[in-house]
């Protein structure tokens, strides 16, 4: 099948020869807008007491609070960047800043958890184009030999958002009211809408049509609206599973109707875009060795950190007893690590000697690496946590950004904004995943070491309430802490896997290309060489 990349490359719009020199201007400016989307996924945790205490929410508001953003988020990823590459990159990039900003004023001044509700949905809608945009615009102002660094400081922004949403929310809460975690984002919405107009460039598909990947045909397209409809209604299902099971169970009505709905929506996407002849998505870059090995990375390093995070939140609190602000200044440095190491450059610096399998391969199994001593190390003590979280943090620098250029360079760049869109949609699922499987572990393996006086509780907490002695209640804390270990072991082993998958998938793309650009074998030469004889 002929590669999809020559015959998209030239119904791009492409910027002037040379390089942009206002582009870590922008790229600034995209990390800010980056950081208001990643901030706002964790900043609302701190504020639940707040809005139980002066909203009246019920635990189910809370939880469309927090849920309904990234709900919608997710389910819009593909169609935001799709919607990007047709009408235009900076265009959309200015649509969800302002569409993020009007939303996060509604949000402060919500009297009601349903106006909180519709306005944080309204932020997931302007996340999603912000999202899209900002990596789609990366790959345009940046050649091939700044883009790994640009990449690594653009993922920086998400361990960064990750770190500094509860330091944030934790310190404006305690001077002002829970409103403030959403008036912040109107300055800084107001600062990067007049940064974008001036300084970043328009990128789009030539007319705001994209070819046919297959046949090249391009004339008036239509938007793919019905591929739009499944991939939201395919996404929102997955997500609002993995999302409602730790607290309605795996097995219950809610969570089986919404997940078999998402498959469904899934599947009928992927055979709607392999016959409509114009997909948002075309399927068949999943033949490519090189798009599925930095697929099959990036969902398992997000399984890892998605996994491994919401573990050690529990951990922190519930075991080693911190509260909500110690324990997020306590996994500040696996950020403040990945932060170092992509702004000074060095993952960049090492791609050359590496290669793009072998930093993935190394990344990954530091990930995995800095996961078993957490198991192993820090079931009792933040000592040995520390030394986990900081090579977990390399691993993170060195990989993610590594398969995020590598899942962006095998799509067309006339379809920069659908592969951001991909990007994101896999790390999204990634951390669903992951927070699945390794939560069914812990609970599982908790379950299993429980003692007598405890049995039958389907939680921490719950356990804790049923024992009434002291050494009843250490043998709980023991069961939990063990059972944490364990699902951290299980996730070093996914993550560890997954990277010799991606490794392997990326070098034999590598090498499949490699031949295609060897000269010609001697044989075909001789022919060719008879041929123009007869001609002469």
């Not at 979280?389 to 691993?395: A, P, R, T």
């Amino acid at each position: 099948m002929p590669s999809p990349v020559a015959s998209d490359a030239a119904t791009t719009t492409l910027h002037p020869p040379g390089r942009h020199a206002a582009r870590w201007l922008i790229l600034a400016v995209i990390c800010v807008a980056q950081l208001t989307v990643v901030l706002d996924n964790t900043v609302l945790n701190v504020a639940i007491p707040s809005l139980t205490e002066e909203m009246g929410a019920t635990t189910a508001d809370v939880q469309w609070m927090i849920n309904a953003y990234s709900l919608v988020q997710s389910g819009l990823l593909l169609t935001a960047g799709n919607s990007a590459d047709r009408y235009g990159r900076k265009k959309m990039l200015a649509v969800g800043l302002v569409l993020f900003g009007l939303a996060s004023l509604g949000a402060a001044l919500a009297q009601s958890p349903g106006q909180l509700i519709a306005a944080r949905a309204g932020m997931g809608v302007g996340g999603a184009l912000l999202v899209t945009t900002t990596l789609a615009v990366v790959m345009q102002i940046f050649d091939d030999e700044e883009r790994p660094k640009a990449i690594g400081i653009w993922s920086s922004v998400n361990s960064l958002g990750f770190a500094a949403g509860p330091l944030i929310g934790g310190s404006l809460l305690d001077h002002f009211w829970w409103g403030s975690l959403f008036l912040v984002n109107l300055p800084v919405a107001v600062m990067a809408v007049a940064a974008v107009v001036t300084l970043v460039p328009e990128s789009k598909s030539r007319g705001g049509e994209l070819p046919h990947p297959r046949t090249g045909s391009g004339g008036g397209t239509p938007m793919d609206l019905l591929g739009a409809l499944l991939s939201m209604i395919g996404m929102g299902g997955v997500v609002f599973a993995i999302i409602s099971g730790p607290h309605a169970g795996w097995l219950s009505g809610q969570v089986l109707i919404s997940a078999a709905i998402g498959i469904a929506g899934l599947a009928l996407f992927a055979g709607w875009e392999l016959h409509t002849p114009h997909p948002m998505l075309d399927m068949h870059f999943f033949r490519n060795r090189r798009f599925i090995g930095a697929v099959s990375g990036g969902i398992l390093v997000a399984f890892g950190m998605g996994g491994s995070m919401f573990l050690l939140t529990q951990h922190l609190q519930l075991v080693l007893g911190y509260g909500p602000l110690d324990a997020g200044l306590r996994m500040a440095p696996l950020a403040v690590t990945v932060i170092l190491i992509n702004f000074t450059g060095l993952g960049a610096r090492l791609m050359p000697k590496f290669g793009t399998p072998g930093m993935i391969i190394t990344g990954m199994s530091l990930l995995a690496a800095g996961l078993a001593a957490i198991s192993v190390l820090g079931g009792h003590s933040y000592g040995g946590m520390l030394t986990g979280l900081i090579v977990m943090g390399v691993g993170v620098a060195l990989a993610m950004p590594t398969m995020a250029n590598a899942i962006m360079s095998a799509i067309p760049p006339a379809k920069a904004g659908v592969g951001a869109g991909v990007n994101g949609t896999l790390m999204e699922f990634g951390q669903g995943l992951g927070v699945a499987v390794l939560g069914a572990v812990l609970n599982s393996r908790f379950t299993a070491l429980l003692p007598l006086a405890a049995a039958g509780a389907g939680s921490l907490s719950a356990a804790l309430a049923r024992t009434h002695s002291a050494a009843g209640r250490t043998a709980v804390q023991d069961a939990f802490a063990s059972g944490i270990g364990t699902s951290q072991l299980v996730g070093a082993a996914a993550v560890f896997l997954g990277g010799l998958l991606a490794a392997v998938l990326l070098r034999r793309a590598e090498r499949a290309g490699h031949e295609q650009r060897t000269p010609e074998a001697p044989e075909a030469r001789e022919a060719q060489g008879a041929q123009r004889a007869q001609v002469g």
